[in-house]
């Protein structure tokens, strides 16, 4: 498991673009046959990719907990939230076994103790997003289709950020102790997400940004709002964002990606919103 400690936004000041890839981009998010993971001390907030191709693979087999969490399983102290951003495939949870299409989602509860993640068509295989962060009480599980999701329309085509913005593990949705999950997808000509840019102090995010079309990819900014600086991210790459830093993409053609946010709430809009003025 890969660990990130938290970096202090005076810091930040002073990094090189060598510096700045290495505390905050996730390059490696999937690999075939394994379960990656980058654990980040910014609201210990765990970003994983599971990619199964002809064998299963099972949580507890790929991590020592005991070690890497202090806990005698991976979810006994923790949530998880999974997207499917590939091909057709199923996650058993406790021995109960879950079919996720493309853009589905499950909810992971805490206490959870057998987590198995399946391929249905080696030739397509599933590509597994996840997010894990500490949890205090044991909700349900819950397999979210595009359906149920939370879905608004947003942007404007005169400012090339039409989007569509579905809320997986949000309030609205399912019951969670602090993890929120979703997908936004950029419409054809749009290019822009998150303008103008916001700030959310008491919650930090990652996006993993995929549909990246090949050739092309997405400079994501982040920073203080007048100290900013950019990661160029191609397909499949995520970016941790600090609770001080904004957020916001721009591609060379449309894309999506997925949001995890967590921390002191789970009030979709607590967020400074800023004018895009304030930006330097």
Request: aromatic fraction near 10%; glycine fraction near 6%; charged fraction near 25%.
């Amino acid at each position: 498991m890969d660990v990130r400690y938290s970096a202090s936004a005076r810091d930040f000041k002073r990094y090189t673009t060598e510096e700045t890839r290495s505390e905050f981009l996730i390059e490696k998010v999937f690999e075939p046959e394994k379960i990656t993971a980058v654990y980040s001390h910014v609201d210990r907030i765990i970003t994983m990719g599971a990619e199964p191709v002809s064998e299963d693979l099972v949580l507890d087999e790929e991590f020592d907990s005991r070690k890497e969490l202090g806990h005698p399983f991976f979810l006994a102290g923790r949530e998880m939230g999974v997207i499917n951003v590939g091909g057709k495939g199923s996650v058993a949870v406790d021995g109960i076994d879950y079919a996720l299409e493309r853009l589905e989602g499950l909810y992971i509860p805490m206490g959870s103790r057998q987590v198995i993640f399946r391929a249905a068509d080696r030739k397509n295989p599933p590509k597994y997003y996840i997010s894990s962060v500490p949890a205090h009480h044991r909700y349900e599980v819950k397999h979210i289709t595009i359906d149920k999701a939370h879905a608004d329309e947003l942007g404007e085509q005169a400012t090339a950020n039409c989007r569509i913005q579905r809320q997986y593990i949000h309030p609205s949705v399912v019951d969670s102790c602090a993890l929120l999950m979703g997908v936004t997808s950029l419409k054809e000509g749009s290019v822009w997400n998150t303008m103008p840019p916001h700030l959310h102090d008491r919650r930090m995010e990652v996006y993993m940004y995929f549909d990246v079309k090949e050739g092309e990819f997405v400079s994501h900014f982040m920073g203080e709002p007048q100290e900013t600086r950019h990661i160029i991210v191609h397909n499949e790459e995520a970016v941790i964002s600090p609770s001080w830093s904004i957020h916001s993409g721009c591609g060379t053609s449309n894309f999506s990606f997925v949001w995890a946010m967590t921390g002191e709430n789970k009030d979709f809009d607590d967020m400074e919103r800023l004018p895009k003025a304030a930006l330097k």
